[in-house]
């Protein structure tokens, strides 16, 4: 067997992209889309574009002309069966299901350790489920590269280039371009920097040295396992005996011994820092839109072709009425709404649960979960 | 038998309050009200003030200690089993169903032509099922009044003193002072006068002279019948002969036959108006307050009790939740209704409806009934 003790084996002569496996992690509630999204319903299992597809569909089909079915999902216990509706081609093989969610350091540090063991030379790329990114060509050329360049033995992050000084990202300092061939964009990052504040975040803007950090990465499973085991060798470890286990008949019961047992911590922290300090991360700053559809206002800029004078509907347009009024309609019920004389308006309208909001507050909406929740309401959370 | 051509009889030696016969009208869906007023569903058989009875059950309660079990309700074909549940002391022969909606001189006068058939010496008194008034004993009073004053051959509304200048409301102009044993605030009424402009209003305050139209009146069923022979006959007569059918076996097959070919006439132009040219009509000025909930504002006067922070919730509180939040919630559902950060909002929560607006506009509903009605979706109405 081979182990990360072994010596690094030579760029194989093969295309790196035949080696490329995609791993979508679908964790997440989506608390601040809450009533739409919730526990059992999270954020990427809902099409919160009106293009038809779920948020978890939608990633899969974008990465697949890439990665063809070689596809793996880390996603909750309680998600496999929607996640099996929505993606029928997945390997039972590939579904990671995370018994307790144990954060991203864990379920990606699985993925490659379970793909490290099958074999040695894959380059994996990790793509959150609940992201909206257009036009998806470019978005396949920027993985493109960013394959190539982890052939080189680099860990290789997507950077998005900022349109504005957003204080809601974090950023990455891009250093020097690198001669990988296929990767004319690539460059080394010089670190990772958290949400900075807005006189900040307008010298990043202003520099041209910032990227947005959107959290894809694409690397050799070899490189992050070694970083991984560097910094928590713990972590590494117990990952490393589930994956042993994986593809034999004892998958389920080593996971749910050891599982519960693994720290949280974000792959930030245990891997894509530490490998930034040490010279091993590189950037592909690419061009496309993305958004994380972090709230009901990104539901409205998303949808904004879908609307009823100037209501923004997600859901059956022909039950939503309305008169001098202004905002967003999130319905997944059958109900008529009306919707009269109210400007900025964020109605989202569920079977059990109905929020009322304003665009301008819709990022508050994780206060009414910790209210409902500290009410004893969690049936509809 | 008695009929109009005979001497009208000399008043009798009874008390009054002995011939008295309450008559409910309940009719009108309350369209401000939708969602939750609607044909099917009409305000009255709704608990708006959160006392735990619905406004006709009330509004039953209200006249009981002067009318006992002597009370006839006139109301829809379609709400005769939900009227039975809140009156189950009503009888069957004191119940006017109308298969279509035929105005109020219709509705009104046919119980003055069933009551006289049955007792030509009847006061009845009228009172509209969706109106909400405090303190009972302070009506109770103004209706005893009235009876008395009635009993001197008058038809005598009860006027609500105005405390400010409506211009919602129709006015009384109030003339002399009548000398009526065991009336003494009955007034001769000068003439009725349509809802006024703001200027006008302010003027009837100032002068003292004028009271508000609450559409309630008391007045001997032979003098009702005089005048509405005189001003509508094709009407009076339609009405006269399902009543001389009503207490026989005939009673449904008449009023089937008759009811549909009747003109369409309110009372006030039918009876109260010509009244009060003739002289025939007085005035009982009134202390209570008095509301007809004609819209979801009204609502929150009348339930200002019940709040959740600055929420006033009709319906189940402990589903609601607010923050930094103030306005209306109504609901008959179970779901939760999360409010953040929306100022003088209106949140109607039904089960196949919800309407969202503001305080400032919940008297623009109707358009919303109107717009519905406009794309055929007349299920919700």
């Given at each position: 067997m081979t182990t990360l003790n072994s010596p690094v084996p030579a760029?194989?002569?093969?295309?790196p992209l035949e080696k490329f496996f995609a791993v979508i992690p679908?964790?997440?509630?989506?608390?601040?889309?809450w009533p739409l999204s919730r526990?059992?319903?999270?954020?990427?299992?809902?099409?919160?574009?009106?293009?038809?597809?779920t948020l978890i569909r939608a990633t899969y089909d974008r990465l697949e002309a890439l990665s063809g079915n070689n596809v793996m999902v880390v996603t909750g216990d309680a998600h496999r069966d929607a996640v099996c509706r929505q993606?029928?081609?997945?390997s039972d093989d590939d579904l990671v299901l995370e018994s307790e969610p144990k954060d991203s350091g864990a379920a990606i540090g699985l993925a490659a350790a379970i793909l490290y063991l099958r074999d040695p030379a894959t380059i994996m790329g990790s793509f959150a489920a609940d992201q909206v990114i257009s036009p998806v060509e470019t978005f396949q050329d920027a993985v493109r590269e960013a394959i190539y360049t982890a052939a080189t033995g680099k860990i290789v992050t997507i950077g998005i280039k900022p349109t504005h000084a957003s204080t809601g990202f974090g950023y990455i300092r891009t250093g020097a371009s690198l001669d990988v061939p296929g990767a004319p964009s690539a460059h080394a990052v010089v670190k990772f920097v958290e949400k900075p504040s807005e006189e900040v975040a307008e010298q990043y803007l202003a520099s041209g040295d910032y990227n947005w950090n959107a959290g894809m990465f694409v690397a050799p499973v070899e490189l992050m396992l070694r970083h991984l085991k560097a910094n928590e060798p713990v972590l590494y470890d117990g990952l490393m005996e589930i994956a042993r286990a994986?593809?034999?008949?004892d998958r389920v019961a080593v996971k749910n011994r050891i599982w519960p047992t693994l720290p949280k911590i974000a792959i930030d922290y245990a891997v894509a820092e530490p490998a930034a300090d040490a010279g091993d991360v590189a950037v592909i700053p690419a061009n496309f839109s993305w958004d994380d559809v972090g709230d009901f206002a990104a539901i409205a800029r998303l949808n904004n072709?879908?609307?009823v004078d100037a209501v923004t509907v997600?859901?059956?347009?022909?039950?939503v009425f309305t008169e001098d009024s202004s905002g967003i309609v999130v319905t997944d019920t059958k109900r008529v709404i009306a919707l009269i004389g109210i400007q900025d308006v964020v109605v989202v309208d569920t079977p059990d649960a109905l929020l009322v909001t304003t665009r301008e507050h819709s990022q508050l909406v994780k206060k009414a979960v910790d209210g409902l929740k500290a009410k004893g309401q969690t049936d509809v959370l």
């Open positions: 760029a194989p002569a093969t295309d679908a964790g997440g509630v989506g608390t601040r889309l526990a059992a319903a999270p954020k990427f299992l809902h099409d919160l574009t009106g293009s038809g597809s993606l029928p081609e997945l994986w593809d034999t008949p072709a879908r609307e997600l859901g059956e347009v022909g039950r």
